[in-house]
């Protein structure tokens, strides 16, 4: 990517240093999950349609995806289209994803993906590395009344 042309990124947006706070405000104090993944990461492949199974059956789970891998727009596209996840909250990295930006994120964290960070209602954090436990991931972001 030249810097100066950006392809038509749709619903993606970009995902840069000093965003991981807006990310985390904008849930205001509700439960969210943030999904790192990569589109060369083989278990991302598998896990990504499971995700879009989990927000259709949970439309009101609050889920960011942040794709970490420098690859085009359109792969970014077609991949989260094969997973139903066209118009869920998405965003790619779109700085290189080096040790600062990832610090921002969870100090502790090396960057492996799938990496899926939890806040739940009491603002308590968790980090996941690997495929997630849905129906632990429902009990967690589905506020019963």
Not at 65 to 76: K, L, M, Y
Request: one cysteine or more.
């Amino acid at each position: 990517m030249t810097g100066l042309v950006f392809a038509d990124t749709g619903s993606l947006k970009p995902f840069q240093a000093g965003d991981w706070k807006s990310i985390i405000k904008a849930a205001n104090g509700g439960p969210l999950a943030i999904n790192f993944w990569g589109v060369t990461c083989p278990s991302c492949v598998k896990e990504l349609p499971q995700w879009g199974g989990f927000l259709k059956r949970n439309p009101t789970a609050k889920v960011i995806f942040i794709q970490v891998d420098d690859v085009s727009i359109e792969s970014i596209k077609k991949m989260l289209s094969k997973a139903d996840l066209g118009n869920a909250d998405n965003y790619y990295v779109a700085v290189p994803f080096d040790e600062r930006l990832r610090y921002e994120i969870d100090p502790k964290w090396h960057g492996e993906t799938p990496t899926t960070i939890v806040i739940d209602k009491n603002g308590k954090v968790t980090r996941k590395t690997g495929l997630v436990d849905f129906q632990q991931l429902q009990n967690t972001l589905i506020v019963k009344p």
